[in-house]
């Protein structure tokens, strides 16, 4: 997820630029908007720009 963080550690915007595999994690945009992140000290009013890589893992089992 490409993200932009107000100074106050608010998201101003939030945009999945990838996903791969059959099953996408349920944490998306809507999610990570509900977060707060840490206001740096000195924090401009310019948004900062931010990453966010969300990894899940899964595995199919036959039981015999």
């Not at 791969?20 to 924090?43: I, L, M, N, S």
């Amino acid at each position: 997820m490409y993200l932009t963080i107000d100074a106050k550690g608010a998201i101003d915007s939030c945009k999945v630029v990838s996903t791969a595999g059959d099953a996408p994690p349920a944490y998306g945009c809507d999610d990570v908007k509900k977060e707060q992140f840490r206001a740096v000290a000195g924090a401009s009013a310019v948004p900062r720009q931010a990453f966010l890589t969300v990894l899940s893992y899964g595995h199919e089992e036959n039981v015999a």
